[in-house]
């Protein structure tokens, strides 16, 4: 797989060989689908919490008599058909979003959507990515040389402190390191820009 291979200045310099094993797969759509739900699931923390009726606060008196008022039998106003009553089936803290992926299906997953991005064209890579000191239009400049006016993820080999908070108060840049990839950012961004250095732990993660 042949990849553009950009300078400073945003131009195609040479090309780049891609491994076929981690670029050159076939779109698998069930399985990136799969992998971007697990992601999304697994951030999930569970803390929200429901009230059943034992818990909500309530008198255990009878709200009115049992006959002669034509309405429906009542014992407690902690009946979950009552308004201010107790769910039925409460969410609980301890609730579990968790949902298992096996490795070689994450590693396809992931390989299917780099693949993808390469076909596509969203996908270049660069020598390096480094700014001299920690300022924002410092970079802004340096995407803007680039052609990168849209939302861009910088997937580089190390992110120094300077890269990092050049970065942060950027709209629509993300810029991690090659192991914190994840298949949504990947699939979110309209621009990857990879690093040879990243490049190179792609190959080793996903090959």
């Known amino acids: 797989m ?8 945003g131009q ?9 094993t981690v670029f050159g797969r076939d779109y698998n759509e069930d399985l990136i689908h799969q992998i971007v739900v697990a992601f999304q699931a697994n951030a999930r923390q569970g803390t929200r919490a429901q ?19 034509g309405r429906a039998r009542a014992g407690m106003t902690s009946s979950p058909l009552w308004r201010g009553g107790g769910r039925i089936f409460p969410n609980m803290p301890e609730e579990n979003f968790t949902q298992k992926i096996n ?10 959507i780099l693949s993808q991005l390469a076909r596509e064209g969203r996908l270049a890579v660069v020598d390096a990515l480094k ?17 990168l006016v849209d939302s861009v993820m910088v ?27 994840d298949p949504l950012s990947l699939v979110h961004y309209k621009k990857i820009l990879v690093t040879k250095g990243a490049m190179d732990k792609l190959k080793e993660m996903f090959a």
């Open 131 to 147: 700014v001299d000191s920690p300022k924002t239009k410092l970079l802004a400049a340096k995407f803007k040389a680039m052609n």
């Open 2 to 9: 042949q990849l553009e291979l950009l300078n400073d200045q």
């Open 155 to 181: 997937i580089s080999d190390e992110v120094d402190d300077n890269l990092y908070l050049a970065s942060r108060n950027l709209a629509n840049v993300l810029v991690v390191e090659a192991r914190y990839a």
């Open 51 to 69: 009230k059943d009726r034992q818990q909500v606060k309530h008198s255990t008196k009878k709200p009115f008599a049992q006959k002669g008022t």
């Open 103 to 112: 490795k070689k299906m994450y590693r396809a997953g992931m390989a299917s």
């Open 12 to 20: 195609a310099s040479a090309k780049y060989d891609a491994p076929e």
